[in-house]
């Protein structure tokens, strides 16, 4: 079973829900990615996911444009990135790790080589912006062959036709977009999310999380009502912009912290 | 070539091309694909397109012989597209009046546009100011103040031009903007694209709208020089001036077809604008898959050009499958002989070219030299250069 099915497994027996932390490799400085991720799980995260710094992140706000920028100009890369994972991988076992991009990167580097080489460097999941439902099969099929989960995007846009077809090459869990729109600050509507989260799960079989916007405990805990995970981002690179240099990881673990204890919140009322 | 029938329904043309998009763009591709489909089906969609480039644009724009400059040059007859006689002063607006009949007919309220010379930025303020939308051009900061005085045209056509300062704050920036305003206001907003590159259908679409340009040459080559050219030289970026000329010639096969890219400093120097002919990589940015100018960790590289309308690290997919197949060939131009070329056709024709279409320009003087006087060169004149004399003054070290 791979990480990220036992994983949900796990928590669904547990009645918990998935709390998803996504960071920038590489920001805001390589050396610290590693410490990060292992600091993410001790407050409390069940998934990582690990943006690939990219020139033109066309999907992103302004603040993981920015968080791209500058892992870029400290030269870090898809290659620096599965590095970053092997090395996490020495000591945790267990965390599922999501790579999360675009696609050219990935063309770069060749798709078959790239599937296996974050398979070797023990990644679990991929989710790449740009290989939209209809260029993704081929790749989808590489990612199968090792043992990867193929990560894919739905939005409030998405008609429900798609989310049938969406299925032959999903696996894992499936991303659901909260917003139109990039990646960071909004408002949301939880009445809407809530009830697409409801059909698309019974269509897809899949466990389903949901991103974009989210920026607190409370609004975690109003989405993992409905969620079987939340995913956040921004939030967390916002946090890591406004530390001075060495309190990152104390900052990180009290926001992740404080997100746990907000879906924890949820189980518990139940 | 027998004429072709691509792109397939999923925007390929062979390998090239596609719907590379964040599942959050996909329905309103999907929109913009049917309503454009619907549209070219329709007679007096196609009738009102037509009307607007003749009463509006000034077409057809005529193909002049430029006799004093092929006569000193002492080779092959060059002969100029006239683009530079639109409305708007290049081929842009023809693209533009098309998508925004598109955009009235799907009954958006607001367009939005990116822009690297500014042309493209220009066109769009004025359809928009033409068929009363809202109007945003988003321009790479760096762009903004190589471009001052398209920037205050668009702002008095009644656009709002947004500064880009991601990236290499420059055309490729401006349209990575330009989609996240897109994905966020997709309800209400339209996005026109300047160039055939971009996601499916964009591509597609653009190239039939500017494919005016070369029908007109087909008619207008028969009618006044009895037969059609032994060459067509037209300068690409993304391509849409290129493909629009290129593409009614596709089945004459005794007509060669040059795209000429921007070698900026020099291929050999890597500050160019050339993916097609420095042989770059095909990867994927924009939405589909094509040559492009990128680092061996797939990250876009820096291009440069002196014409800002050129300074892009792709090109349209159609051009990738030109190259392969074989059908058309492509050459890049320096900076320095396409300011060479401006200043030649300033001088001996009275014409003053864009940068852009100066590349073209010089490619045209290069060859015309190795042919006899009873050939016929056929250069598209994508548009003019009033904008550039802010560049071409700098490059002479003339201060205004």
């Known amino acids: 079973m791979s990480r990220i099915k036992s994983t949900f497994t796990r928590l669904q027996t547990g009645q918990r829900k998935a709390l998803i932390p996504f960071i920038t490799a590489g920001f805001p400085r390589p050396e610290l990615t590693v410490p990060l991720m292992r600091a993410l799980v001790a407050a409390g995260a069940d998934i990582l996911e690990l943006g690939v710094p990219f020139s033109d992140p066309m999907a992103d706000g302004p603040t993981i444009q920015r968080s791209s920028e500058a892992a870029l100009a400290q030269g870090m890369s898809l290659k620096k990135t599965l590095e970053i994972t092997q090395e996490f991988r020495k000591t945790d076992a267990v965390t599922p790790v999501v790579l999360m991009g675009y696609a050219n990167p990935i063309e770069a580097m060749g798709q078959e080589t790239f599937a296996r080489a974050a398979a070797e460097a023990g990644v679990d999941g991929v989710l790449t912006v740009d290989y939209a439902l209809e260029e993704a099969a081929e790749f989808t099929a590489m990612l199968d062959n090792v043992g990867l989960d193929a990560i894919f995007l739905l939005a409030p846009t998405s008609k429900p036709e798609r989310w049938a077809e969406l299925q032959k090459l999903a696996r894992g869990y499936v991303y659901y977009v909260s917003v139109k729109g990039v990646t960071g600050k909004r408002e949301l509507d939880l009445a809407e999310i809530a009830a697409r989260v409801r059909a698309i799960r019974a269509v897809l079989k899949l466990p389903v999380g949901v991103g974009f916007g989210i920026r607190d405990a409370k609004t975690a805990a109003a989405i993992a009502e409905h969620a079987d995970a939340v995913i956040v981002g921004s939030r967390f690179i916002e946090e890591l912009e406004r530390s001075p240099s060495g309190e990152e990881l104390a900052r990180i673990s009290a926001l992740a912290g404080e997100l746990r204890r907000g879906l924890d919140g949820v189980t518990k009322n139940r | ?400």
């Open chain 2, 1 to 400: 070539m027998q004429p072709y029938d691509l792109p397939d329904e999923r925007g390929h043309f062979g390998i090239y091309g596609g719907i590379f998009v964040a599942e959050t763009l996909i329905s309103a591709l999907e929109e913009l694909k049917d309503a454009y489909l619907a549209a070219w089906r329709d007679p007096a969609f196609v009738a009102e397109f037509e009307h607007e480039l003749k009463h509006y644009v000034g077409r057809p724009s005529p193909i002049y012989h430029a006799r004093r400059l092929s006569e000193k040059l002492g080779g092959a007859k060059i002969l100029l597209k006239r683009e530079d006689l639109n409305h708007t002063g290049s081929h842009k607006v023809n693209n533009c009046i098309g998508q925004a009949l598109l955009a009235k007919r799907m009954g958006k309220p607001r367009v939005i546009a990116e822009t690297g010379a500014g042309q493209h930025g220009v066109a769009a303020a004025t359809v928009a100011a033409r068929y009363g939308f809202e109007c945003v051009v988003y321009m790479g900061s760096e762009d903004i103040k190589r471009q001052a005085a398209n920037v205050y045209r668009m702002k008095l056509l009644g656009a709002t031009v947004v500064p880009v300062e991601s990236g290499s704050k420059t055309l490729k920036d401006a349209m990575n903007e330009a989609m996240r305003d897109w994905v966020t206001n997709v309800s209400d907003t339209f996005y026109i694209i300047g160039t055939v590159a971009g996601p499916h259908p964009y591509p597609m679409l653009v190239r039939d709208f500017q494919t005016i340009i070369g029908k007109e040459c087909v008619m207008q080559m028969t009618e006044t020089f009895g037969r059609q050219p032994d060459a067509i030289i037209a300068c690409v970026g993304g391509g849409s001036n290129a493909l629009g000329i290129f593409h009614p010639y596709i089945p004459f096969e005794d007509t060669l077809l040059i795209g000429v890219e921007a070698a900026g400093e020099g291929i050999e120097t890597g500050r160019h604008a050339a993916p097609l002919t420095a042989n770059a990589k095909a990867g994927v940015l924009h939405g589909n898959r094509t040559y492009l100018l990128q680092d061996e960790n797939g990250q876009i590289i820096e291009t440069h050009s002196i014409s800002a309308g050129l300074d892009y690290p792709g090109v349209g997919p159609e051009h990738a499958w030109l190259k392969d197949s074989g059908r058309a060939e492509y050459v890049a131009v320096t900076d320095s002989e396409a300011l060479a070329a401006f200043h030649a056709f300033c001088r001996y024709e009275g014409i003053i070219p864009a940068l852009e279409s100066s590349h073209a320009l010089a490619h045209a003087m290069k060859i015309a030299l190795t042919m006899g006087r009873d050939k016929l060169l056929l250069v598209c004149l994508s548009g003019r250069g009033d904008k550039d004399m802010h560049t071409v003054a700098e490059q002479s070290g003339i201060k205004f």
